[in-house]
């Protein structure tokens, strides 16, 4: 698990593929972002959901706050504003609102540095 220090803007990696991706595929994406040729998918609508250690109900993002980097290849900035383990997950869905792909929860911990 990646831990970052409180005060820190994190970039949150996520994909949608037709297929699983073997780790070395895994690792050139969260390195760059870029997938294998041709199996990125391209939901209509994209959601970048986070939630803090602190209980608050998670935050959804869309739009502009949500940024493609190829088909299928997106990013977040999280702001980590407290410590503890934070959680986020990536989803899309067709125009009518019907899931199309989800991310399984990922989670980073902040730390408070003195």
Known sequence: MNVYPVGSQVICRFAFTSRALNPAELAA???SSLLPSGIGIAPDLLYFDYEPP?????????GDSISTD?????????PITLSGLWHYRGRGTDSDG???ACTPDQAIRAVRTF
């Open 70 to 78: 190829h088909v299928g290849a997106y990013h977040a900035v999280l």
């Open 54 to 62: 602190n209980g608050d109900a998670p935050t959804v993002l869309t």
């Open 29 to 31: 994406f969260i390195a």
């Open 98 to 100: 019907t899931p199309v």
